[in-house]
T-cell receptor
């Protein structure tokens, strides 16, 4: 069973260009989370999506950033008009679902990340 | 707002030592907690998940405990090895589907 896949692993963009980061969750997982790790900082939550729905986007910058998780295909994190401050590692995680009956939870599994460099 | 603190920020030990990493959090409604390791330039590997009905979890040389009332978790690593060198992150959260809030991590170096 393949783990969470992210591509590209490294992405270089010039200021003003668009960046598209892709995340394919583990098989059977319908929940996707995006996190960002700025240089010398901790991981910060950005957005939580289920198929065709954004559940929590409270960690997303208000402008230039968007995310989607279509019915078919990977989840996409899109950054428009990138700036140097967007340079970071972007991690995607997936989980099977919400708490299941009888107790217990589904843990999040992380992908290898996409390292975005804006020049 | 949830705040997570990990102590120490960095730790360097000789091979074979037993060590303890600490994690504290402010949200008293936390039910679950995950410990991860992150190798330089890599993603996160889940080490242990402590669910609300548990007080501790063990996996090999690792043992993690969770005290929700005091807002603390500890990760105990027995007989440390150079391969344990990595950054260790704790992430408490309420339920599945909740965001993980991470601490800054403890950077561990185990010297041969």
């Amino acid at each position: 069973n393949a783990g969470v896949m992210q591509n590209p692993r490294h992405l270089v963009r010039r200021r003003g260009q668009e960046a598209r980061l892709r995340c394919s969750p583990m098989k059977g997982h319908s929940h996707v989370y995006w996190y960002r790790q700025l240089p010398e900082e901790g991981l910060k939550f950005m957005v939580y999506l289920q198929k065709e729905n954004i559940i929590d986007e409270s960690g997303m910058p208000k402008e230039r950033f968007s995310a989607e998780f279509p019915k078919e295909g990977p989840s996409i994190l899109r950054i428009q008009q990138v700036v140097r401050g967007d340079s970071a590692a972007y991690f995607c995680a997936s989980s099977r679902g919400t708490d299941f009956i009888g107790g217990g939870i589904y843990e999040q599994y992380f992908g290898p990340g996409t390292r975005l460099t804006v020049t | 707002k949830q705040e997570v603190t990990q102590i120490p920020a960095a730790l360097s030990v000789p091979e074979g030592e037993n060590l303890v990493l600490n994690c504290s959090f402010t949200d008293s409604a936390i039910y679950n907690l995950q410990w991860f390791r992150q190798d330089p330039g890599k993603g996160l590997t889940s080490l242990l998940l402590i669910q609300s009905s548990q007080r501790e979890q063990t996996s090999g040389r690792l043992n993690a405990s969770l005290d929700k009332s005091s807002g603390r978790s500890t990760l105990y690593i027995a007989a440390s090895q150079p391969g344990d060198s990595a950054t260790y992150l704790c992430a408490p959260y309420r339920t599945s589907g909740s965001r993980l809030t991470f601490g800054e991590g403890t950077q561990l170096t185990v010297n041969p």
